[in-house]
Every structure is written in structure tokens, then in C-alpha cells.
């Protein structure tokens, strides 16, 4: 089959949050969105708490003190003039989303809803502020289609379904992408100017995830094969609450309207670990208080597990305030948060790192912030950094967003200014390749692997050796698990030969993004001799800014080899000090 | 246990007629049917074709017929299916494969009414004021995830392919209102045009179908009773 080729003058892979934001700021420019699910399908819709604003709609708030908690919940690795902007322009962002209609939840007095969460806090750290703006528990359901509706006012060009395999750069110029429309098996060539990537996270490279299945990290590893670091992929936050077993998330906000955590042994641990903020301690704290409890032998009937219990709160506020998880308790566990306490481990949730951006969303490839021009990316996928080591919730939303309309509008000036490069030679013959090697298998007969297979042992590998707790040993043990793994990729062969809506063709292309980034992610985390945020190492159980206050970059050499690099972080308002709460 | 999954099996371009597959596979009673289609599709059988992303309920991707009803596949357990369990695709959408269905059309009526806040006045400095009963007035239609359940579970859609639908018109409704809209007169056209909710014939099947919850009967029903009035 013949590629299809297409012209425009921007590209955008993705339609989540980050990538709709950024669409709708490029609206009346020759733009296409390509995403591999339907954009209202997209993760964004799973976000429940909140969008962190300091709106001072509850209680005083100042963005100021957004910005000191977003800094001191980074462990001091985010950059402040990116931090700064987070927390300044959060808040004409949330007006702007209730502008377009988006339903949050009401004061009163018929303001926007603000309620707590965990890290943000009021005068730099004395107490739990209200700042997390909500819609029920489906705020990202609502900005998600707010965004698809703005999207639809606006005309924005789209191609559902597409899943995007590879990366155009001429010289040193972006020059489109190739994807492969799902529906019909057909490779299209988008020759372009700039090229925005918002694919999101990678939460699938563990197996106990909160993350859709889609969540693949397909954006970073598309601009690791093209060359382009991966920044601060040793970064990875588990979650305290996810639901036994499964993952699913239950919202920090059913802590911010007052839920408690309780070990096996019916005490309220977090007084241990956070005298101060409690069970409203940033995440990493929680994640690592609770395995130290369940290694302790302290899970409740000694199982790998704790108690979330909302009891107290009564039917009025759980039902009201946090129905959507309330439903998933209920169906999923069988059990009703109104009556019993809720079984909870921590679950792999958010993807620190990514693709290294400025602030105005310009990809950048080295120690020295040298832009790749054409090149964008925004959202999950991106790495600013405004979470450093460690997000606050709320904060991705607002990250998505602000960083996704800088992103549009800074590629709207460069389209205006830059002449369109041309296509390299034969431009689908990489993405053709590796369909024809997925399909047809190696060299005939040999061995084939499985898809299935390969996954599950690394998602298994990479929660074992990667995850809340890491040590030398046991990053350096998973490091040649991956190594093995990508070898044995080379032998996957998919059942499915077919060319309609081949989802065995697509899990095997998604595979192969995912041990990409979980090698970065243990090269990098190997590396890193330190505990910072979510990187706990408990051979170097210390924080040390002597040596590691700084970005990791790591980046595939033509060997196809790791190389780790790194470069400062940017200091303005706030220095380091210990982080207590 | 044991399941023995019975799938509706059909390849556009390639099958003249769907046909039916049987799969058995072990699984836990509070697994969903989707670890049931993902134990067949990993381990056995590469070639089924279905949606997913969530796994949770709320991205809308694998409404199908499950035992005859409109489930999400994600958000049915197999202790509630029973150990012989039939699945099908959506009934009237065109299938590109197994359980994968067209969504064009549907989303083209979903654009169709419109589904964007309509406020010509300028907004203000901060947020518009709405009182929380004004926000109540909408909050149930809040809560679709457009995955097709309700409208392709609709005899009226069946028999007329060009009806709005239940999905559209809880969409419409949402906005309908919602106090800071201010297009109730334009809306109000769209709705009552001969596609529009006086295909409706109250047959509930879409409020059974809805995963979220919805009361989508009684969404349309208010839809309705806005048209009688000329105002929401
Ligand atoms: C359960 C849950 C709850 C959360 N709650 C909150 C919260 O309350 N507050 C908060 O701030 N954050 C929250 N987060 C985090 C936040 O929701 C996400 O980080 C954020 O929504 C990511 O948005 P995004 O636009 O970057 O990516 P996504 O919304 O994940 O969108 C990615 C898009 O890229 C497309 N795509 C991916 N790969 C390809 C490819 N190869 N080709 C084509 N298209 C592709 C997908 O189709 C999709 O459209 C939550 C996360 C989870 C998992
Ligand atoms: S997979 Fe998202 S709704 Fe079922």
C-alpha cells in the first residue's frame, strides 16, 4: 500500500488535555490532531481531584505560596521560573475553562469549589489550604471535554484513531510525523512545520498502575529513537491510594475532605511520618510510609494492603463530593465506602520526566537548552520541569494546561515565520519496518515471542526492582532484564495478520515504547546515588544537593547505547532547605 | 472458575457474515469481562478486536452487548454474568471488526446539537456566579462519557438511523440548562426537529443501558417539556 500524504503547518500527536489546549490556541491555523483514541477517550478524562489555582475562593490563598508548595514538593529539583509560571497563570487558566463553560462544582455564594490536597498549603507550609478547583470527582472529565467542545466551536481538524510510529526531522528541523490509521491499516505521511507531542505518561510499564492501557509513553519514546533526551526519568510517582490489587485510583481528594489512612494494627500512621500535614502529606511520603508499614508486617489481616477510611465523612459528603470513586469501590470491591473502610496499596500514577521542554513548550536537547526547532511537547509526556521530583496533586492539570496553550500559541509564531523543510527521503520506510518485522516475525521460522508475555515480565520486573523502594542491587538487576527484554522484542511476531483495526499490531508497536522508557528510567535511577522525591534509594537514603541538585538527560546514542548527562536547576526564589511536613 | 465466552466475530472487508467464536478461559469471579476478552486476546487468540483504555468505567470505549444488554465491558464483573457469557458489538452502528463499531456518525450528532457553552455577554474578570441548585439543575447529564450505550440500545434508533439519539440529547440537555447559557431559543430548534426527541417514545431502555447512571429518559422527558413551554 502507498503512503497517503498530507500538508499542514502544525501537528499535534495527542488530544488529551495538553494537546486539545494547545489545538484551541492554534484554532484558524492549518493544524491536525492525531491521536490513537477518540480525544474524549483520552486519560485526561480519568483525572478526578482538582485543578490547583489559588483562587482564594474558600480562604486567603496566593499564588505565591502555590508556588513555594510546588517547589518544596519537587524536593527543590523543579525549575522555579517554569514553577513560577504554573502558579501565576493557573489561575486565569481555571477562569478561562469556567468561561468556556466547564461545570465545577459551587460555593455558596455560586464561586468555583475549592477543597484540599495534599501538600498545598497556606504561608509556606503552616497548614492545608483549599486551592484544588473540582467538578464532583470528574474534573479531568469535564476539562477533557470542555477542551473537545472548544475543539468543535473552533472546527479543529481531527484524525481519531491514528497511532503516530515515528518522528520526521530533516537536518536539524522538524518535518512532520507518520501514523497509521487503526481503522484501516493505512500508513500516512504529515509533513509539517512543527510538531506538538502530547501522548501523555507511561504508567504501563508497571504493573499495579493507575494509569489507562494506553498509557504507553509513545511520545518520549518517539523523541528518544529521533535523537532527544529524556529528562528526569528516574522520577516516577506511586500514588498512596489506588484500590487492592487493581490499581484504580481513589482521589487524594477523599483525603482532602477529611478521609484517613489506618494500618492493620488500627492506627493512624501518618502521625509518624507527617506530625504536621497528615494524611495530606505530598505523595511520596504516604507511598513510602505505607510500604515501610506492609513491610513491617502492619498490613491489615497481613496482607499487602491499608485502610482509606471515609466513614466518618457520612453519606451526604461522600456521596455528593465523591461519587465517582464511591461507585468504584462499590462495584469493584463489593463493598460501600459509607460503611467500611477502603483496602488501598500504592499505584504507579505519573510520569515525572519527559521529553525536556522550555517554557514556552520548545523542545530542547542538551545540557545547554539548545531548541530543536519545530519540535513541541506539552503535558504528561513533557518534563518543564515544574514537578521536579515529585508532583503535588492538582498540578498536572494545571501543568497541561498552561504549558499546552504556551505550547500553541509559541507554535502559531513559528509557523508564521518558518519556512516548510522538506521531507526526508523515503519518509515511511522506518515506520514500515517495523510494522513488516511485527507482523511477518524474524527471519521466518524462528522463535516468536509473544507480546503478553514480554509485558507482563517487565511491568512485574519494573514493580519489583523500580518502584517506591529501589537499591543498586536491584536497579542494576532489572537493568538487564530490560536489556534482555528489548532483545527479545526483535523476536516479536503478532497473531493478528490482518489489517483492520489490528489492536495486536498496536499493543506490539506500544511494547516496544514502553521498554524504551523503562530502560531511561532504570539507566537513569542507577545513576542517581541520592533519595529525592520519588527516587528513594535506600542505599543512599539522603537527600544530596552537592552532587545531585541537577536534571538527569539521558539520551540513545548511535551505538544504541544509554548516556546519561546533566544540567543545573534553575534557583530563583525559593532555596533548598530540608523538606519536613 | 471457568468461562466459556461466546463472541460475535466479523471483519469488515474480509467476513460476508459475522460468526460466532467460543473461548474458555479460568478467571476470578470479581474479574471484569474485559480481563476475560484481554485472557482470550493475549493468551490465545491475537486476532479479537476490541476498545479499551480505562479500565475503569469512565472513557467510554467498551460499551458492547453483554448477555444481551449494554454493559461496559470494564465495569461488569463475571460473578454477575454467569459461567456462559455471549458478547456482542453495539447493535446499529456499521462493526469494523468483532467489537469494534463505527463511531462517525454518532459523533457527528454529538456535534451536532451544538455541545458548547453559548454565552454572547462578556464574561467578567473572574468566574460567572452559579448557585449550587443552578449547577444541580444539570449535574446528572454531566456525567456521560459518549460510549454509545444508551443510543444503540434505542428501538427508535434502530428503526430511524437519523434520530439525534439519547446520547446527543443528554448532551444537549446538559447545556440546555445550564443557567450561564444563553442560546435556549437556538437550542430548543435543533432539538425539536423531526430527528429530535419526538422520536423518543419513552422506552427507557437507554436509562437501563446508561453505565454512568444517567436518567437519560427523564433528561429527554425535560427536553421535552422545555418544547411544550418554549423555555427550560
Ligand atoms: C486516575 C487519575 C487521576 C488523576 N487525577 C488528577 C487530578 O485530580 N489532578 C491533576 O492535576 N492530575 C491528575 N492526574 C494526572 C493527569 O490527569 C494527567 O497527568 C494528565 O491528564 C495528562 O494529560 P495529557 O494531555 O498529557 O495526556 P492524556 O490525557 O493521557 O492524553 C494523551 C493523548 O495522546 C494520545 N496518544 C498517545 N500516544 C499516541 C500515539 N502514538 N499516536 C497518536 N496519539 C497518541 C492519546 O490518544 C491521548 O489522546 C490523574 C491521573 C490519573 C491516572
Ligand atoms: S475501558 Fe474505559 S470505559 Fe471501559
Known sequence: MEAVYHRYDAVIVGGGGAGLMAAVN??????????????????????QGGIGAALGNVEEDHWEWHMFDTVKGSDYLAD??????????????????????LPFSRTPDGKIAQRRFGGHTREFGKAPVHRSCYAADRTGHMILQTLYQQCIKNRVKFFDEYLVLDLLLEGQRTAGVVALSIADGQLHVFHAKAVLLATGGCGRIYQITSNAHAL???????????????????????????????????????????????????????????????????????????YRELRQGHGVEGKWYVHLDLRHLGREVIETKLPDITDFVRTYLGIDPITEPIPVQPTAHYAMGGVPTDVSGRVVVDEKNTVLPGLYAAGECACVSVHGANRLGTNSLVDILVFGR?????????????????????????????????????????????????????????????????????????????????????????????????????????LGFLLDVAEVTVEAALARQESRGAHYREDFPQRDDVKWLKHSLGRRTASGALELSYKPVTITRFQPQERKY | MKVKLRIKRFERGKDREPYWAEYEVEAEPTDRLLDALHAVKWYQDGTLAFRRSCAHGVCGSDAMLINGVNR????????????????????????????????????????????????????????????????????????CILCGACTTSCPSFWSNPDYLGPAAIVQAHRFLFDSRDEATAERLVVLGARDGVWRCRTIYNCTDACPRGIEVTRAIGEVKKALLLGKR
Open chain 1, 216 to 290: 504507553t509513553g509513545d511520545g518520549m519514546a518517539l523523541a528518544l529513537r529521533a535523537g532527544v533526551p529524556l529528562e528526569d526519568m528516574e522520577f516516577f510517582q506511586f500514588h498512596p491510594t489506588g484500590i487492592y490489587k487493581l490499581g484504580i485510583l481513589i482521589t487524594e481528594g477523599a483525603r482532602g475532605e477529611g478521609g484517613k489512612l489506618f494500618n492493620g494494627r488500627g492506627e493512624r500512621f501518618m502521625e509518624r511520618y507527617a506530625p504536621t500535614l497528615l494524611d495530606l502529606a505530598p505523595r511520596d511520603i504516604i507511598s513510602r510510609a505505607i
Open chain 2, 72 to 143: 461496559l465491558a470494564c465495569k461488569v464483573l463475571l460473578k454477575d454474568l454467569g459461567q456462559r457469557i455471549t458478547v456482542e458489538p453495539m447493535r446499529g452502528f456499521a462493526v469494523i471488526k468483532d467489537l469494534v463499531v463505527e463511531f462517525d456518525r454518532f459523533m457527528e450528532k454529538y456535534r451536532l446539537v451544538e455541545p458548547y457553552l453559548k454565552a454572547g455577554s462578556e464574561p467578567p474578570a473572574k468566574e460567572r456566579l452559579q448557585t449550587p441548585e443552578e449547577r444541580e439543575r444539570f449535574d446528572d447529564t454531566t456525567k
Open chain 1, 80 to 101: 522555579q521560573d517554569a514553577t513560577e509560571i504554573l502558579a501565576r497563570e493557573a489561575v486565569e487558566t481555571v477562569y478561562e475553562l469556567e468561561h468556556w463553560g
Open chain 1, 26 to 47: 492554534l484554532a484558524g491555523q492549518e493544524v491536525a490532531v492525531l491521536s490513537k483514541l477518540y480525544p474524549v477517550r483520552s486519560h485526561t478524562g480519568t483525572a
Open chain 1, 406 to 510: 504556551r505550547a500553541g500559541r509559541d507554535m502559531g509564531r513559528y509557523v508564521g515565520e518558518a519556512e516548510l523543510p522538506p521531507l526526508p527521503a523515503q519518509p515511511e520506510e522506518r515506520a514500515r519496518a517495523l510494522l513488516a518485522r511485527l507482523r511477518e516475525g524474524p527471519n521466518g521460522d524462528g522463535r516468536a515471542e509473544s507480546v503478553a508475555a514480554l509485558r507482563d515480565e517487565l511491568q512485574r520486573e519494573m514493580m519489583d526492582k523500580a518502584s517506591v523502594f529501589r537499591t543498586g542491587e536491584s536497579l542494576a538487576e532489572v537493568r538487564e532484564q530490560v536489556r534482555a527484554l528489548q532483545e527479545r522484542y526483535q523476536q516479536v511476531r503478532v497473531q493478528d495478520r490482518g489489517w483492520v483495526f489490528n489492536t495486536d499490531l498496536v499493543e506490539a508497536v506500544e
